[in-house]
């Protein structure tokens, strides 16, 4: 053998091991497509559904079975399932549980590309969908039919912020046998024990506050029953929906200051929707945790905090140009979709585009998230931009 033919193969299969007393404070980050067996037999005796075992990557590292482990916790549940993006966690869900003929309940409030995803992809599949009045659970209990295989539940409702009666439409739901899945993105786990309410699956889109930083995109589906867990695993490794082991690496260095993150969102936000309620062009603040906001006597029932998000409903008189101007004019306030990172946030919404009935909310719906610079210096922001308004 040739000294450099050696040192090529030498430098793949090298004798060094690092020793194995490595420990620190951040979890190690593994990536690997290939997971080498030790023998034939556990190559063929290794169920990748069982954590027991590594079989390949696309099925689970140390690194996403760490994740898993941490965001079960966070959520009250017992088996997780990453995706590489909240809607492909809704996706997640939606694969595994329903099939041909079956039917989706959704709220009419529902984060919009999950709407959106039951009309055009689940319906060419032949399951179909409802949108329900998540105000209401007797209207979700009537449209439930010997087809609807699974309830979604979202809370508050996305853009309009109405905090349903979670109780009475699990209630509605499990009374007739029908699977329940939670939207929790919202809650984060923080705000509320989504288990301890009875639904099945909690989905998580852990781009929002679990990374807080406005650079991953992931979900979770968390669930404590191990039929349903694994029912969905089967079409998560079909469909091939891994994540990448530094985007969960980031997740796990975020989680640990989550709980104080959506604690400082939540009490800007409360104080800056309290602002923006003392001004005359404000017609309606949508925040649960305000009184006088839809769902508020829910919200008080159900939760101990409440994230960083609310709408306002600005003067019908205004001509939307101006609305636009009072966008434009913001300076921290960023304009753009999502939320749960550190800068804060702005969208206009068309509701004529969004809900069928929109009677109950008269005006120009403007949305925050609020991030986390000095609660002075946005509403300093807020203040100067209103002058476009005046
Ligand atoms: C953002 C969001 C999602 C989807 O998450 P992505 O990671 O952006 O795909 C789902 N539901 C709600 C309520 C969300 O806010």
């Not at 009250?76 to 099939?99: D, R």
């Not at 929906?241 to 997740?251: K, M, P, Q, W, Y």
């Not at 921290?332 to 929109?358: C, E, H, Q």
């Amino acid at each position: 053998m040739s000294s450099h033919q050696d040192l090529i193969t030498g430098l793949i299969h090298h004798p060094y091991q690092p020793p194995d007393s490595w420990d620190a404070v951040p979890p190690g980050v593994f990536k690997a497509s290939t997971v080498i067996f030790p023998s034939v037999a556990a190559l063929r005796s290794r169920v990748y559904s069982a954590k027991t075992g590594y079989t390949y990557g696309l099925r689970g590292t140390p690194t996403t079975f760490l994740l898993e482990e941490r965001l079960a916790t966070l959520e009250g549940g017992t088996h997780c399932i990453l995706s590489p993006s909240g809607l492909a966690g809704v996706m997640t869900v939606n694969l595994g549980l329903l099939k041909s003929g079956d039917e989706v309940l959704l709220p009419s409030n529902v984060y919009g590309p999950s709407s959106d995803m039951a009309a055009s992809v689940l319906a060419g599949w032949g399951i179909t969908h409802q949108l329900y009045d998540p105000m209401n659970p007797a209207d979700l209990a009537a449209r439930i039919s010997a087809r609807t295989r699974l309830v979604w539940v979202e809370a508050p409702g996305s853009v309009t912020m109405e905090f349903p009666d979670l109780t009475g439409l699990i209630a509605a739901a499990r009374a007739k046998g029908v699977l329940v899945a939670l939207d929790n993105t919202w809650g984060a786990g923080l705000a509320f024990r989504p288990f301890d309410l009875g639904v099945d699956i909690s989905m998580h889109a852990l781009t929002k506050y679990p990374s807080g930083g406005a650079d991953v995109l992931m979900g979770a589906v968390i669930t404590r029953d191990e039929a349903l867990h694994l029912r969905m695993l089967k079409v998560h490794g079909q469909l091939g929906l891994g994540v990448a082991a530094n985007d969960a690496e980031f997740i796990l260095r975020a989680l640990p200051s989550m709980p104080l993150r959506y604690h400082a969102h939540d009490a800007s936000a409360r104080e800056l929707a309290a602002f923006l309620g003392r001004q005359a062009v404000v017609k309606q603040v949508l925040h649960p945790a305000l009184p006088g906001s839809p769902g508020h006597a829910h919200w008080a029932a159900t939760c101990t905090a409440a994230a960083g998000l609310f709408s306002v409903m600005l003067d019908p008189a205004l001509p939307g140009t101006k609305v636009d101007a009072f966008v434009d004019a913001l300076r921290l306030f960023k304009i753009g979709y999502s939320w749960g990172g550190p800068v804060s946030l702005v969208v206009p919404y068309d509701l004529n585009a969004m809900r069928t009935d929109r009677s109950a909310l008269p005006g120009h719906l403007v949305r925050f998230s609020i991030g986390l610079e000095a609660v002075a210096d946005l509403q300093a922001d807020l203040a100067q931009a209103l002058v476009a308004l005046a």
